[in-house]
């Protein structure tokens, strides 16, 4: 049988098996990983596309609407084109959904004869819709015949929620337009032949929103009805069209030319056409887009840094593939053959090998990803086909060239090897390894600290040229695996050391063996060590972005919302928002604090500054904060607020009443005084019920939640309305006094002369006064404050007069950069058109829910600058924001609150986490990380098996004299075990190390969003131990596990065969 | 003449010291001549081997085979040389052989380069495990077969590709002596027929009688040569003094001692021969 290269090469690799098949294994890794990162990146993309589309609502839909479409023709005409350009314009990207018209609003003035009007709610229109019958189901009558009846009647239909809204019934005759006139007559009567509930609320066909209280004719009726309309003057009907996203058709690699192509359509309908093209879709995509280029910087970076690792490992295993076969390629050489023909042997070997590992590898890789995507991304995640697999050809192409380089590379330099060099090289002293050559191992980890130094620096600047450039991307991406290499070259110095740990740590015959093996060779395990450094750091990073991720996405979460939930509140117009009302009503509340936040103009800048009113008191309390937020806990910083408050009267001594003279006109109220302890903590001591008439001296025990601090700080007095008596009349105030508990008593103000005091009704009407003391009902002969009291206009509050003094307040280091202003220094401020002169009493980096970046910020004391604001006759000088902290599950409380009318906003921390964790660009990191690791640890185990399994053979002759000396094959286990368990403990010193560095320098700058709520605050990096040792323990368990199999296995050898080779 | 070695150096590095295996050797070999090369330990043998076989070139001196000047030939001629000039019988039968391969397939790897034609290899290959007395056991492979019969197939590799020069390093170590002197006879006859030279390294005297000459090495220089004459008694060994080309005689350990001659005789020109004295 005739004997040729190729069958040489199939041969040897039968003949070496276990070698092949770990060679193989690591190809298989190598392309299952480099395929599926990838892979499982484009599944993310498509999932986070779906998840944003959605999110869109009905701001996802294309509307392009026509204005006077007035008959049946233009309307078809405007249908059939519109619906062409689309196709031609996105083709199967959007979905037609909806076609219809819509004339204008109809006031009806007649029900079945008799005059009847809608005084409430809005007045129908009218429209036609195509296929209305297959979306809607009728609930009673039905539908409309789509012609005009003898008597000039109209037949329609409306949903069942506008008949009930006007109570209409099915066979009800409704006329519409009132003639201003005989001679300009547009009435017209219509039969109301059926009501309809549409079959699905989210059905695509409504675009979002169901035509509620439109009088649905049929088409021809619906046009002679415009045409009738206009014959008085143009009726105004517009045609529109409709359109969904296709999200089965939607990719996202093509998502940037969609919305280009979408922008090109509304500048043919809105701008060429002078028609409306209304969507969200194309920003939104866009958004998105910024998001997944910053989120694939990252993702990318990681990824080369697996791949980095995927092929060391194969490089690795290369070369105990090449080294076994030393012997036979240096006889080969010895016959003559020459380096291109052993080359060529061996590349023949390795294409085998990678023949069969290669479509095993793109089939792993492709199912891995199916799984990973269904695991992941849930049903969201969009079917792959071959084209994505297509996708990653340029991908593939180049893995498949750092393949061939690196086998390629090292099959060449072992066909250089012949027999005398084999033969002196295994006899041969250990030499110096290349890698320290001229300490070059010790200049790589010199140069690798700036790198990784570099990479915190590009993580941001990738962010902010990500839109704009992306061409420096490609060397930041390798900088992080190369940093690591050089390292962990350098670490090899160590390695000696660890034939010194096995002195110490294992004793006997088989310590003395590996100690002297270790020390013999101490390069033998180097590259084994690497690789083992590498699974431990990949690992074990994996683990620390885990935790920190979770960590950090709780705290930006939560940074977001301010509290458990945040609700911002307006009222209508002037009318303060129920905001204590709204909180009162739910359950599981632990605490809440009212805010203020509005728009400031500090000095004359032209800076517009978000001003936040708290009340440091209860806000501390509620508030999420974190100790790096400014350079002084944010505590401390709001503690300044109260401390420094100009306003208010301090109270002398420790008052435990309050007293004050009180005259009243029977009112309807109740009067309390609103105190504050010397930290801040609010209390409203009442007084009791106003509805008496005459004086009298009323208390109010100063009560607080818990012990108050000294001094208290009276703030004002408050009348709410009860409903005992009247909400209009007078009230009289004098003598308040503060009374200690050894019945002394202190004067506060005894409302005698005209000081400041006033006073102001919170409600629709607002009003000041001032307090102005006068004789109408003295006391004891001496004047008192008589207050107006119009009740039902609101709260009314009477306050000692604002401090001229500057308020204090924390500002943002940019803004106070912004400014030109240092800590300590006061200016004003305008609020709409009031100034209030604030005093920088502190700086904050981080204020949760302000974004530095984005916003100047200011925090101020809430009461104080409420009061100044309300002096000074600002409409809105009330709380807005409500900071609420739940002691059980926020849910039911966020339903309730999304039903308050007055509800502007809200943020409720545990929904912000939910998202943020469910996004399919971190979840794609994540899954990036846990494949790389997999892939890691599996390369690294049999990495570590090839090794010992290739050591234990090599030292065949060494056994071989021992066991003829008398050792037993114990030992010899032994004492591989032993080396074992060192290098394993080197590994994960030295990993743990790279790991830690890494995570140190890549993860602050790792983002998965451009979004400021993705970055704020900054990343803290979180270390979980028990994820860490987790991933210590398996690293640790499987590779000793493999290492112990391999050594028994390749310890094997038949004792007199071994000497009869020493001869 | 085939071998022309003359002043033969050659130094190689090993750690930090530096090794003169051959001190100027002198070695020549007639067309279709066998000789064997022994010496201790150490004296040069296998560095010459290496040298011969195109492994490495000399440092100094002349080296040339079958017309190749081994001490300037490039990489590729050496490779050719190799190939097509040259074959080399290590001195463990493993080594020779592939564990994987048959024994047929074992004689094709060298063909595999020699630049036969590809469907010639079977048969020659077949045709030499003949010659070597192994032909039955072409479809086996090494591991199943004897010692000798692994020796003998090492031999067929080495002669694969016609080789001008066959290079044996103790083709007779591992065997015992009726099947090494089986194996000889074989070889002797092979190489006959084919007209090839051989040089072979030995400790076995029992391979002496099946060369034509041995050259004995000392301290990398050849110092013994023993040639078989025919006497009425049959073949008896003629041990000879080798003189190298510069003059130098290099005199029997045993005889320097016998004689007590220390670093300096007196040397005395007879009429055709000199005398030899202690100083």
Redesign the interface.
């Known amino acids: 049988?005739?004997?040729?290269?190729l069958?040489?090469a199939v041969?040897?690799l039968?003949?070496q098996w276990p070698l092949a098949a770990a060679q193989g294994l690591g190809l298989l890794a190598a392309v299952t990983l480099a395929v599926t990162v990838p892979l499982v990146q484009s599944i993310a993309s498509e999932a986070g596309l779906h998840s944003v589309v959605e999110r869109l609502g009905s701001k996802g839909f294309v509307t392009i609407e026509q204005f006077n479409v007035a008959s049946p023709e233009q309307y078809n005409g405007f249908q059939r084109d519109a619906a062409k350009r689309v196709r031609a314009q996105l083709g199967d990207q959007l979905t037609p959904t909806a076609r219809y018209a819509e004339g204008p609003r109809q006031p009806a003035y007649m029900l079945n004869g008799a005059h009847w009007t809608i005084d409430d709610g809005p007045q129908p229109d009218i429209a036609t819709w195509e296929q209305l019958e297959s979306h809607v189901a009728l609930v009673a009558g039905s539908p409309a015949p789509d012609s005009i009846a003898a008597d000039g009647t109209y037949n329609f239909t409306v949903s069942a929620d506008a008949a009930r809204d006007y109570t209409w019934k099915a066979g009800d005759v409704v006329c519409f337009n009132q003639p201003p006139s005989p001679n300009f007559r547009m009435d017209w009567c219509g039969r109301l032949t059926g009501t309809w509930a549409p079959r699905d609320a989210h059905d695509p066909y409504w675009s979002g929103t169901v035509p509620g209280h439109s009088l649905m004719l049929g088409r021809t009726s619906y046009f002679a009805l415009i045409a009738y309309l206009s014959r008085q003057r143009s009726a105004g009907s517009t045609a529109s069209q409709a359109w969904a996203p296709a999200l089965g058709h939607l990719r996202a690699p093509q998502i940037a030319a969609f919305a280009n192509q979408v922008n090109q359509l509304r500048g043919v309908f809105a701008v060429q056409r002078d028609g409306l093209f209304s969507t969200g879709i194309d920003t939104g995509v866009k958004d998105f887009r910024d998001r997944y280029d910053v989120a694939s910087f990252t993702i990318q970076m990681v990824a080369a840094a697996l791949l980095a690792i995927a092929l060391y490992s194969v490089a690795f295993v290369a070369g105990h593939f090449l080294s076994a076969q030393a012997?036979?390629l240096a006889?080969?050489?010895?016959?003559?053959?020459?380096?291109r023909?052993v080359w060529s042997l061996l590349l023949i070997q390795f294409g085998l090998l990678a023949i069969a590992a290669i479509p095993l590898g793109l089939a792993a890789a492709w199912l891995l990803s199916r799984w990973l995507g269904n695991l992941v991304f849930g049903g969201a995640t969009p079917n792959l086909d071959a084209s994505d697999l297509l996708a990653q050809a340029p991908f593939g192409l180049l893995l498949a060239a750092a393949l061939a380089a690196i086998l390629g590379g090292l099959a060449l330099l072992a066909s250089r090897r012949?027999?005398?060099a084999v033969r002196?090289g295994r006899s041969?002293?250990a030499e110096r390894p290349w890698w320290q050559w001229r300490n070059l191992d010790l200049v790589g980890a010199v140069v690798a600290v700036p790198m990784l130094a570099e990479v915190q620096l590009q993580g941001s600047g990738a962010v902010r040229a990500a839109s704009a450039d992306s061409s420096g991307d490609a060397l930041n991406v390798v900088l992080p695996a190369l940093a690591l290499a050089l390292l962990a070259v350098a670490a090899l110095r160590l390695l000696p050391l660890a034939g010194w740990g096995v002195r110490h740590l294992s004793r006997g015959l088989p310590g003395a063996l590996a100690t002297w093996q270790l020390e013999r060779q101490p390069v033998q395990h180097a590259r084994l060590a690497v690789l083992m450094s590498f699974a431990v750091a990949v690992g074990l990073f994996s683990s620390i972005y885990a935790a920190t991720d979770r960590a950090n996405s709780a705290d930006r979460a939560a940074y977001r919302s301010g509290a458990d939930v945040r609700v911002l509140l307006t009222g209508f117009n002037t009318t303060p928002p129920d905001i204590e009302g709204a909180v009162d009503g739910l359950s599981g509340v632990a605490g809440s604090s009212m805010a203020f936040r509005g728009e400031g103009s500090p000095g004359r800048s032209n800076l517009n500054a978000t001003v936040l009113a708290i009340d440091p008191g209860t806000f501390r309390q509620v508030a999420w904060s974190r100790r790096d937020l400014a350079a002084e806990p944010i505590d401390q910083l709001e503690q300044k607020l109260v401390d420094q408050d100009p306003d208010g009267v301090r109270l002398a001594g420790e008052p435990a009443q309050i007293s004050m003279w009180v005259w009243s006109s029977g009112l309807g109220g109740e009067l309390g005084v609103d105190l504050t302890d010397a930290t801040g903590l609010p209390c409203v001591c009442s007084f009791g019920s106003l509805n008496f008439t005459g004086e009298r001296v009323l208390t109010a025990p100063v009560s607080f939640t818990s012990p108050p601090r000294y001094p208290l700080r009276l703030r004002g007095f408050r009348v709410h309305t009860t409903n005992d008596g009247p909400h209009d009349g007078a009230l009289a105030v004098g003598d308040l006094r503060g009374l200690a508990r050894d019945g002394t008593s202190t004067v506060i103000e005894s409302f005698e002369a005209r000081d400041g005091w006033w006073q102001e009704s919170q409600g629709p009407i607002s009003d000041t006064f001032d307090l102005i003391p006068d004789l109408t009902h003295p006391l004891a002969g001496k004047p008192t404050a008589t207050l107006p009291a119009h009740l039902f206009r609101g709260t009314l509050v009477f306050r000692p007069a604002p401090s001229q003094q500057a308020l204090p307040a924390l500002v943002s280091s940019q803004t106070l950069q912004a400014l030109g202003v240092g800590l300590g220094q006061a200016f004003p401020m305008h609020v709409d058109t009031v100034v209030v002169f604030v005093l920088a009493v502190g700086v904050v980096d981080y204020f949760p829910t302000l974004y530095p970046g984005r916003d100047n910020f200011l925090i101020l004391p809430r009461d104080s600058l409420l009061e100044r604001l309300g002096h000074e006759h600002y409409s809105l000088a009330w709380p807005n924001e409500a900071w609420l902290k739940f002691k059980s599950d926020p849910a039911p409380a966020v339903k309730q609150l999304r039903g308050t009318g007055d509800l502007v906003d809200l943020e409720a921390r545990g929904s912000l986490l939910a998202d943020a964790l469910g996004d399919p660009l971190r979840k794609a990191l994540q899954s990036t990380l846990t494949i790389g690791f997999a892939a890691a640890l599996a390369m690294a185990v049999v990495g570590f098996g090839l090794h010992f399994l290739v050591a234990a053979r090599e030292r065949h002759a060494d056994y071989a004299i021992l066991r003829a000396n008398g050792m037993p094959a114990q030992l010899v286990q032994r004492s591989l075990g032993a080396e074992q368990a060192v290098l394993l403990l080197y590994s994960i010193i030295v990993g743990a190390a790279l790991a830690l560095l890494l995570a140190w320098a890549i993860l602050p700058s790792v983002q998965v969003s451009p979004d400021l709520e993705d970055l704020v605050p900054p990343t803290q990096v979180h270390i979980d131990p028990l994820a860490a040792g987790l991933v210590l323990a398996a690293v640790l368990v499987v590779a000793f596990a493999a290492g112990q199999l391999a050594s028994r296995l390749g310890g094997r050898f038949h004792l007199l065969d071994e000497l009869?080779?020493l001869? | 003449m085939i071998v022309d070695c003359e002043g033969l150096v050659h130094i190689y590095k090993?750690?930090e010291l530096e090794v003169v295996a051959l001190q100027g050797l002198d070695l020549q070999l007639q067309e279709g001549e066998t000789i064997a090369i022994a010496g201790r330990s150490g004296s040069g043998k296998t560095t010459l081997m290496?040298i011969l076989?195109g492994?490495?070139p000399p440092t100094a001196g002349r080296a040339r085979v079958a017309g190749h000047d081994l001490a300037r030939m490039p990489e590729?001629a050496r490779?050719?040389?190799?190939?097509?000039v040259v074959?080399?019988v290590?001195q463990?039968s493993?080594?020779?052989l592939?564990?994987?391969?048959?024994a047929?397939?074992n004689v094709?790897?060298?063909?595999?380069?020699?630049g036969v034609p590809?469907?010639e290899?079977?048969g020659r290959a077949r045709r030499l495990l003949e010659a070597m007395g192994i032909g039955a056991q072409a479809r086996r492979r090494p591991a199943r077969l004897l010692g000798g019969e692994n020796q003998r197939l090492a031999l067929a590799?080495a002669l694969a590709?016609r080789p001008a020069l066959l290079l044996a390093d103790e083709p007779t170590?591992?065997l015992d002596s009726s099947t090494a002197r089986s194996l000889l006879a074989d070889l002797a006859n092979l190489l006959q027929e084919t007209k090839t030279s051989a040089i072979m390294v030995t400790h076995d005297r029992q391979l002496e009688r099946f060369v034509d000459r041995v050259i004995q090495i000392r301290d990398g220089r050849t110092s013994l040569e023993t040639r078989w004459r025919e006497t009425d008694a049959g073949l008896a060994a003629d041990e000879l003094v080798i003189l190298d080309r510069a003059g130098r005689l290099q005199l029997p350990r045993a005889l320097v001692e016998k004689l007590g001659l220390g670093e300096r005789v007196r040397v005395h020109v007879e009429d055709d021969h000199l005398r030899i004295y202690r100083a």
């Open positions: 049988m005739g004997l040729s290269t069958r040489l041969v040897r039968r003949h012997p036979t006889v080969l050489r010895g016959r003559g053959w020459s380096r023909r012949s027999v005398l002196r041969r002293q009869r080779l001869g | 090993t750690a290496n076989a492994a490495e590729p490779e050719r040389y190799r190939r097509l074959g080399y290590w463990h493993h080594v020779n592939w564990p994987e391969l048959t047929l397939e094709q790897v060298p063909m595999l380069s020699g590809g469907r290899h079977p590799v590709n170590a591992e």
